[in-house]
């Protein structure tokens, strides 16, 4: 465990473990235009910090638990009648501000309200890392084993409808994988940047990839790169990591964006 | 071998009633055709056989381990999904290359394995979604509009291939088409629908049908019978042709 006494160590592997984990979601969330889906789950993560802080749980349980709520609810809410980024974008922000509200509820000394905004990824401990690996881990065996199913609903629901493959179970598990995104992520990055770690990496990954697993292997590298190098930065310029990896992220998507353009 | 039965099916969609009390089933082997209006319900039909919507009353039985080869009506492809189209026929299962290869070539695009599906033209498109379906050995072959952007000849290029198919598979076919003439006179039954099914039969009996007329008045009639198909021996009209000869006649046209 030498290895893992060193924070830097552990942050970075804190990091690689978030990336592999929305690496594959993060392509669904794209295919799939669910941006917004992923934000509003996002942010209901506060609120899931702050109840789990009121009744003394496990910060990653409160956060699974109340990202699946909310997931679900914006999925059986979508498609009666507001159109769906408007009730998407009520209920992210409403999520964040009834998050902001519940956290001042509760006494200051007891939290770091910036360390669940924006992660803190350099605190992370060898627990949290086992969850982080773990939760990673049940994303990635979940979506692998749907694969298929996946792909074909992300496709066309009816012709996933006409193979036997049920629209909304596929939904569902996309879901499932979505809140426990959240839960493995909120650490490393915060509430506030989980959207851009679950975007940015596929959307920089979309135009060198021919494939849907190439884009998805892709997406994993550039997400790792990126919280390797934007742990480093980091710490050189004593900047807050969670925004600096996720400004990486950025900067990859700008090159490889101009690569697409020069090559084609 | 009855593939697919409904039974007093009445289908929503969006809280309006689409289609009311449809009584309907297919055989295998033979070659069903939807035809009617804009918004008669024919695609929302088809959602309510394959399952996608689910029925508000009445029931829809198919066979066991029934495998539905469907080609949707549209496919918007945003090229959000890099996709080649090898990997597009293989889901939601996998195949060996070489069925691939034999796939694309009965449908008549043998090149284009390694393309991007977002490059590909609409004619080429429909040929690669007909080869998806055919590597499924389907049992029931659907077929929503599958002609749209593609020419006359291109469609009835495309239509010879169904045929051919059928004939290979011993599959049934289900269709929906609005290229009326082309379409019936490849039939062995027409439905005609406008949110319940006004009449059917043989194209001839739905042609001459006053509930067909109504809908799509008499004029369809000369050109359907150019198309009349060869397993049709019924001359309505009174051209002097022998069989051969219609058979060579349709080729040419149709």
């Known amino acids: 465990m030498t290895l893992l006494d060193d924070f830097l160590v552990r942050a970075g592997l804190a990091g690689i473990g978030t990336a592999l984990a929305a690496a594959p979601l993060g392509c669904f969330v794209v295919w799939r235009r669910m941006a917004y889906f992923g934000d509003a789950t996002a942010h209901a993560a506060l609120l899931g910090v702050a109840l789990s802080l009121a009744f003394q749980g496990p910060i990653m349980l409160g956060v699974l638990a109340t990202a699946l709520i909310m997931a679900i609810l914006v999925q059986n809410l979508s498609g009666r009648g507001l159109a769906e980024d408007t009730l998407l974008g009520v209920l992210a922000h409403s999520a964040l501000a009834i998050g902001l509200v519940a956290v001042s509820f509760l006494s200051g000394a007891r939290l770091d309200l910036m360390g669940y905004l924006f992660g803190d990824i350099l605190a992370v401990n060898v627990f949290d890392l086992a969850l982080i690996w773990g939760g990673a881990a049940a994303v990635i065996a979940l979506l692998a084993w749907r694969w298929q199913r996946l792909l074909t609903a992300t496709l066309n629901p009816d012709l996933a409808q006409a193979s036997g493959i049920s629209f909304r179970a596929e939904q569902m598990v996309l879901t499932i994988a979505l809140a426990l995104t959240v839960a493995v992520a909120i650490k490393a990055v915060g509430a506030l940047l989980i959207g851009a770690l679950l975007i940015i990496p596929p959307a920089a990954a979309r135009p060198l990839a021919r494939t849907p697993e190439a884009m998805a292997l892709i997406t994993a590298a550039i997400g790792s790169g990126a919280a390797i190098a934007g742990l480093g930065a980091s710490f050189q310029f004593d900047t807050p990591t969670g925004p600096t990896i996720v400004c990486v992220a950025a900067g990859l998507f700008c090159a490889s964006t101009m690569l697409a353009r020069l090559r084609a | ?254």
Request: glycine share 8%.
């Open chain 2, 1 to 254: 071998m009855r593939l697919i039965t409904a039974t007093g099916l009445t289908l929503q969609q969006a809280g309006k009633t689409v289609m009311r009390d449809v009584d309907m089933h297919i055989d295998r082997g033979e070659i069903v055709t939807l035809v009617g209006p804009n918004g008669s319900g024919k695609s929302s039909l088809i959602k309510g056989l394959v399952g996608a919507i689910k029925p508000l009353s009445g029931k829809v039985e198919t066979m066991r381990g029934l495998r539905i080869g469907y080609v949707p009506q549209s496919l918007h492809m945003d090229g959000l999904l890099p996709l080649t189209v090898s990997r597009f026929l293989c889901l939601p299962d996998r195949h060996s290359r070489d069925a691939m290869a034999r796939a694309l070539s009965e449908a008549g695009v043998p090149d284009l394995a390694k393309a991007q599906m977002r490059t590909l033209s609409g004619g080429q498109f429909q040929r690669v979604m007909l080869a998806r379906a055919l590597l499924m050995s389907p049992d029931l072959l659907i077929l929503d509009e599958a002609t749209q952007g593609l020419d006359q000849p291109g469609a009835a290029d495309f239509y010879r291939k169904i045929e051919h198919v059928r004939t290979h598979l011993n599959c049934a076919v289900l269709m929906v088409s609005h290229d009326l003439h082309v379409v019936m006179a490849a039939s062995d039954r027409v439905l005609c629908l406008n949110g319940h099914v006004c009449c059917e039969g043989s194209p001839e009996v739905v042609q001459d049908a006053p509930e067909y007329q109504a809908l799509f008045g008499t004029g369809a009639n000369g050109a359907f019978a150019i198309y009349r198909h060869r397993h049709d021996h019924h001359h309505h009209h009174d051209h002097d042709h022998d069989h051969d000869h219609e058979d060579q006649h349709k080729h040419d046209i149709a």
